[in-house]
Nanobody, 123 residues
Framework: QVQLVESGGGLVQAGGALRLSCGASGRTFSDYYMGWFRQAPGQGREFVGGVSWDGSTTYGDSTEGRFAFSRDNAKNTMYLQMSNLKPGDTAVYYC?????????????????WGQGTQVTVSS
């Protein structure tokens, strides 16, 4: 089992920035691919991006250039740095983990999930 806990969400004005964290416990963190998803009201989960054990990153379609992903394997933590936030970024943000997510950009590829953290961007 892998337990994931997100933190860092909140209310921010458009154009602002936030950094989300995802802390993991239970298994060897560095073995897992870590992904970020978000879910706006009435919509499905959207792949935001993710980071593999060696730090290589993959971006979702709507976030490249504004979002950055990183991880600190020594701290069992993954980060999502968001900048130039837009009202359309408002959603619950989830972190997810899997040894080999297939497909990488779909929620059903991941076995473990956090509880989510709310990000609200005001205009």
């Amino acid at each position: 089992q892998v337990q994931l806990v997100e933190s860092g969400g909140g209310l921010v004005q458009a154009g602002g920035a936030l950094r989300l964290s995802c802390g993991a416990s239970g298994r060897t963190f560095s073995d897992y691919y870590m992904g970020w998803f978000r879910q706006a009201p009435g919509q499905g989960r959207e792949f935001v991006g993710g980071v593999s054990w060696d730090g290589s990153t993959t971006y979702g379609d709507s976030t490249e250039g504004r979002f950055a992903f990183s991880r600190d394997n020594a701290k069992n933590t993954m980060y999502l740095q968001m900048s130039n936030l837009k009202p359309g970024d408002t959603a619950v943000y989830y972190c997810a983990a899997d040894l080999r997510p297939i497909p990488l950009n779909r929620d059903y590829g991941y076995r473990y999930w956090g509880q989510g953290t709310q990000v609200t961007v005001s205009s």
